[in-house]
């Protein structure tokens, strides 16, 4: 296993209380696997990811708890230093808004060749020439020309992909894209997913995809783990989830997106609104808003039970999983 | 140079017959909202003592369309294709360049001081960001209410407060919440304050821009059904502008397509998902994510290549040439027209729609799932 995620817990002090963003999640990428985290704002999706990252503000953020093993190596007992050397060389990140991740004031070859000044020790010349190899490489037209241009000069398609290009440079073995399409028209978030596929296929890297958007997860995820209040409530490969969901929230998502093939009638929608992380109601987090909720779930944590075995493991953190997908 | 002005002129001339005899179905009755061949082009200038005009941005350039009552017409399109303009022109927030905006059969674009005001009090509009769009300092209360401090003839003085409760109830919120400041609230919660806000003086059209893309998905689910409700209770008419082509879908009646300031297809919602004619249109749906791993399979996905390009140098011709897979010489000679397009004049088919293109051929992209 390329990357395994176990027991993880993450919490945030802030001026009102502790805010518990991460509450025990376990999940795992191997090479080439797309694995893709769900959820809306607040169920910890990004956290967890910055948490493997090493990108994780602290103080006020804190890891309490858990293990995240990289090719079999706890991250979490690295030294700050080795933990460098990781980042961006094996593991990379793709962050939503390129251009408040992109610096105005140097141009993209630099930021490029940054990369490999840093972790290779290259010379400016060398590492220019690298960049416009990178910048080619996810098909920005003109790379010779362009890679003296300042971030600005380039429309939101090609800045993402100026972003993707960063994120390959070292050829890392795991990428993490948060949100990547998010901000992207829908005729330039194909290309972009159709560029991540392709590279990532051709580099047969693990790719965790963190999004909102259960259209793109469709397309491109092998297995999804869809995340509530800080916790998975289920997991399972992606054309199992879409076809028989066996949480009731991962249900209620579904149904409460429209459809662009037909008309419909009224949307479905999930009652009540996210948790307050400061204060997770007891029991299963997602009761007050469940329609299959009974005494049980206000008292008990629900364990993720297992759904099926074979071929993936399949799971679900709801007592009344049975119902939820039989009924 | 000379040839394109004359075809240009062409376009409006006929454009605007064409839009004469669109639509229109009898039992619809009188449109609310017409608006014709409007435009908005921001000058681009050079030097700073003395100012010249070195061109123009042409955000929006030469949309026309009708809105009927208790109808929800749905603009589409990517980001600069020149909605959120429409929408701005429609408010009279931004002065147009050209054109005319019909509201009961009045020029609002010609209007100012009481008669504008008096128009303003029937057209309101809904803003994307919930989180921007209520002052911070205000209570939920008086961001209610303050379109009655301008249009006092609405809500006399004394009977203020009980009406804003009225409506946080109506927008299904607790009318007890009427002094809170808004950062007490959530995303959605907020959204249906800028909703209570724009219902305050009853008026026809609320226009709203992007209203749910702001929102989780749980929440955007509730947020529509409370606008659809909304829309049946007081028979209001929508103009719907958003990117995200299901949700459009899912609220609208009719659906204009548009593409670097024009309007490229406008059609029923049946019309435009499972007949489309116009390339724009047909690529555009394509490329939607549709959250099914089986339609993966068997669905034909048109990637387009490069960007839009930039309004204030728009190509000749049709403006999607650039993109197109099908354009040719004569794309790039004559602008297209927005009317039906030839095959399919005079026949009874779906596809006899407004489209703007030379070469319209009808494809379903849409894969039922």
Known sequence: ?327 | MADLSKNEEAVAASEAEAVAAIEAPAERGEPILQVRDLKKHFPLTQGILFKRQVGAVKAVDGVSFDLYQGETLGIVGESGCGKSTVAKLLMNLEQATAGEVFYKGQDITKLSGRALKAVRRNIQMVFQDPYTSLNPRMTVGDIIGEPFDIHPEVAPKGDRRRKVQELLDVVGLNPEYINRYPHQFSGGQRQRIGIARGLALNPEIIICDEPVSALDVSVQAQVINLMEKLQDEYNLSYLFIAHDLSIVRHISDRVGVMYLGKMAEIGTDEQIYEHPTHPYTQALLSAVPVPDPEARAHRERIILTGDVPSPANPPSGCSFRTRCWKAQDKCAEEIPLLAIPEPFQGQDTPAAHFSACHFAEEKNVVAAH
């Not at chain 1, 990004?46 to 994780?56: E, H, P, R």
Request: hydrophobic share 40%; proline share 6%; with cysteine.
């Open chain 1, 1 to 327: 296993m390329l990357l395994e995620v176990r027991d993880l817990h993450v919490e945030f002090h802030t001026r009102e209380g502790i805010a518990k963003a991460v509450n025990g999640v376990d999940y795992s990428v191997d090479a080439g696997e797309t694995l893709a985290v769900l959820g809306e704002s607040g169920s910890g999706k990004s956290v967890t990811a910055q948490a493997v990252m090493g990108i994780l503000d602290v103080p006020p953020g804190k890891i309490t708890q858990g293990e995240i093993l990289f090719q079999g190596q706890d991250l979490l007992k690295l030294k700050e230093e080795d933990r460098r050397k990781v980042r961006g060389a094996k593991m990379a990140m793709i962050f939503q808004d390129a251009l408040s991740s992109l610096n105005p004031v140097l141009s993209v070859g630099d930021q490029l060749g940054e990369m490999f000044q840093v972790h290779k020790g290259m010379s400016r010349k060398d590492s220019k020439a690298k960049a416009v190899e990178l910048m080619d490489r996810v098909r920005i037209p003109a790379a010779k020309e362009r890679v003296g241009q300042y971030p600005h000069q380039f429309s939101g398609g090609m800045r993402q992909r100026i972003m993707i290009a960063m994120a390959l440079a070292l050829e890392p073995e795991l990428i993490i894209a948060d949100e990547p399409t998010t901000a992207l028209d829908v005729t330039v978030q194909a290309q972009v997913m159709d560029l991540l596929a392709e590279l990532q296929r051709e580099l047969h890297m693990g790719l965790i995809l963190i999004t909102h958007d259960l259209g793109v997860v469709a397309d491109v995820a092998d297995k999804i783990a869809v995340m509530y209040a800080g916790r998975i409530v289920e997991r399972a490969p992606v054309h199992e989830i879409y076809k028989a969901p066996a949480h009731p929230y991962t249900k209620g998502l579904l149904e409460s997106i429209p459809r662009l093939d037909q008309k419909g009638q009224e949307l479905y929608a999930i009652k009540g609104l996210p948790p307050n992380l400061l204060n997770i109601p007891p029991g299963c987090a997602f009761n007050p808003r469940c329609p299959l909720a009974r005494d049980r779930c206000r008292t008990d944590v629900p364990p993720l039970y297992e759904v099926t075995e074979s071929p993936v493991p399949r799971t679900s953190a709801c007592h009344f999983w049975k119902e939820c997908l039989h009924g």
